[in-house]
């Protein structure tokens, strides 16, 4: 069994939960600390009380890393790409869950395994619209040509990996791109080039992923 997903699970179910008003993450990485001064509150027992101390360290570090890697890790499959490419009607809406930053015009945030919609408009963009709240949004565009890489694969988290797709393009929507998205024309010169980044889009079932990697095909460079 992989044990990467049940932590990345465990680290991110504690960072959003409280007790008694403070996070139960803090309670968890101090609970070695505290019991190895109750130790040697008690006995005088340096040696537990160090121990206490490292492993609160370590797990400081721990969850460092597992916040900083997005609470979760994907791993490729080595599925190959389907030989049939079909694009998906258009202004026909798909229901994902998106991980990933998403923008609007001058602000962005990481989001995790959110609620999502992704459709794609007559030019051959594709949008995808994720929920934070009722009514509040943040968005991602992919534009026709700029997509780099699509990779089949899972994201590690929780006890059963999560079938999943990566991917890879050129960005031009966000706050870097924010007083040139205002502007009614910008000379290609002058605005900055597209931001590359990565997103990952998690579906319900196997089919309607794979009718989405049909589509964006029709849209990738040969070789991606």
Request: hydrophobic residues 40%; glycine residues 6%.
């Amino acid at each position: 069994m992989n044990l990467l997903g049940p932590l990345f699970a465990f680290v991110f179910i504690n960072d959003h939960k409280r007790f008694l008003g403070i996070r139960r993450s803090h309670l968890i990485r101090l609970l070695p600390l505290g019991l190895g001064l109750l130790a040697y509150a008690l006995n005088r027992a340096v040696a537990l009380l160090l121990i206490g101390l490292f492993l609160t360290l370590l797990l400081y570090l721990f969850w460092r890393q597992v916040r900083r890697s997005g609470y979760t890790r994907f791993r490729p499959d080595g599925e190959p790409a389907p030989t049939e490419k079909q694009q998906l009607p258009n202004e026909q809406r798909i229901d994902m869950r998106a991980t990933g930053v998403f923008s609007i015009v001058d602000r962005e945030d990481h989001m995790f395994l959110r609620t999502a919609q992704m459709w794609r408009v007559p030019i051959g963009d594709y949008a995808i619209m994720v929920a934070i709240a009722p009514k509040r949004y943040r968005y991602e565009f992919l534009n026709r040509g700029d997509l780099e890489q699509i990779e089949s694969g899972h994201l590690l988290f929780g006890s059963h990996p999560l079938p999943t797709l990566a991917i890879t393009f050129g960005s031009t929507w966000g706050p870097r791109y924010a007083q040139y998205q205002r502007a009614y024309y910008v000379h290609p010169d002058e605005s900055p080039p597209p931001m590359r980044k990565t997103i990952y889009l998690t579906f319900a079932d196997e089919e309607t992923r794979r009718r989405v990697w049909q589509s964006l095909l029709t849209d990738v460079p040969p070789g991606a």
